[in-house]
């Protein structure tokens, strides 16, 4: 078994070495993207509220939530970074806040809108970074049950994946993570049968978990399976 994972694993180069940031010039470009952010959402705001139910409201609507939804991404960083300071959390927490309150707001005036998806997908997001789990596991499903060709479907998958397993919900994420259909030659494919076999192996399936871990072996592209170190 070990050795089974241990040739995934060199085939996907999951030993690769790559060269770290600096975390100052990192930082230093996340403030000034968070400061444009900031003022794109101040110019957006007003012009959305004065679109109360006039035409141009909803996509202006899903581009204050998109704005706001980028600047948590942001912010996110700058909040978990080593000199993070108080204000940097707080201002996270704030456009969190903001970014599920538009978000559901899109949903509930624009039910049947061409961004409803993106919306629900964007709310489920923010309700993961500011801990509602359970909120943000019930948008994701919602969002792959009813939207199972949008585009943020694979990102939705994974997430939901993450989220199951910290509960230790292995047999809905196993569910979830099949309803993706990754085929072999799709980039995450390795990834997902990974997962899928970790589920397994948390619930004590063993059988499974090899089988997939086996049949991954097959998909290995020829040119990675001849690049594959020694494994001692």
């Known amino acids: 078994m070990k050795l089974v994972l241990l040739i995934t694993l060199a085939a996907h180069g999951s030993w690769a070495q790559t060269p770290a940031p ?21 110019k957006l705001d007003p012009l959305v509220r004065g679109k109360n139910g006039k035409l141009g409201e909803e996509a202006l609507t899903l581009r204050l ?33 903001a970014a599920q309150r538009w978000a559901s707001q899109y949903v509930t005036k624009f039910p049947r809108g061409e961004g409803v998806a993106r919306a629900i997908y964007l709310r489920a997001k ?45 047999r809905t994420a196993i569910t979830y993570h099949r309803k ?25 399936e063993i059988p499974q978990a090899l089988k997939l871990l086996e049949s991954e072996l097959t998909h290995i592209p020829e040119t990675e399976a001849m690049s594959t170190p020694e494994v001692m």
Do not use: C, M
């Open 22 to 42: 600096d975390p100052a010039q990192v930082e230093k470009e996340d403030r000034v993207a968070a400061q444009s952010f900031e003022v794109a959402i101040s």
């Open 126 to 170: 923010a309700r993961s970074d500011a801990a509602s789990d359970v909120a943000s596991i019930a948008d994701y499903r919602y969002l792959i049950d009813q939207y199972p060709t949008s585009q943020d479907r694979v990102s939705a998958h994974f997430a939901l994946y993450d989220l199951l397993v910290k509960k230790q919900d292995f």
């Open 180 to 204: 993706l259909g990754a085929k072999p030659e799709e980039p995450y494919f390795s990834l997902v049968v990974d997962q899928l076999a970790f589920a397994h192996f948390s619930l004590n």
């Open 65 to 97: 939530l998109e704005t706001y939804a980028k600047l948590a991404a942001v912010q996110f960083r700058l909040a978990h970074s080593p000199r993070a300071s108080g204000k940097d959390k707080e201002a996270f927490t704030r456009s969190l806040g």
